[in-house]
């Protein structure tokens, strides 16, 4: 913490903090998937197809999350499935069944499969 000396005392300066390089935020897990909200984000969670934050308790400044740093790449993958037309239901079982790869192997384009 970097501090600044004004006349006799010394005042500590609050210097932002970057996040450890193996987490991402909120924001950037959220902007990944095409910039959904936290609340979408939070039910994809529920139905497994994100890994559940880390919560981190900030004081004054509330509870802030740290995601995997591979989350972001599992929320673009997860906003791509849903654009093709599969479902949270459907990506939730891939998941489940590949275990923690970051971004499962994608199924066939549902696109092709209609015609």
């Not at 902007?31 to 934050?53: F, I, N, Q, S, Y």
């Not at 989350?71 to 079982?93: H, I, K, N, S, Y």
């Amino acid at each position: 913490m970097a501090s600044l000396r004004l006349g006799a005392g010394t005042i500590a300066a609050r210097m932002p903090r970057k996040l450890n390089s193996t987490f991402a935020s909120t924001a950037q897990v959220a902007e990944a998937a095409g910039g959904v909200t936290r609340h979408t984000l939070r039910r994809w969670c529920d139905k497994r197809v994100l890994p559940e934050p880390t919560r981190i308790g900030v004081a004054r400044a509330g509870t802030h999350n740290r995601w995997p740093d591979w989350a972001v790449a599992r929320a673009a993958w997860v906003r791509g499935m849903l654009d093709q037309g599969f479902t949270l239901d459907e990506l939730a079982e891939r998941v489940r069944l590949l275990g923690e790869a970051p971004v499962p192997a994608a199924p066939a384009s549902r696109a092709k499969s209609d015609e």
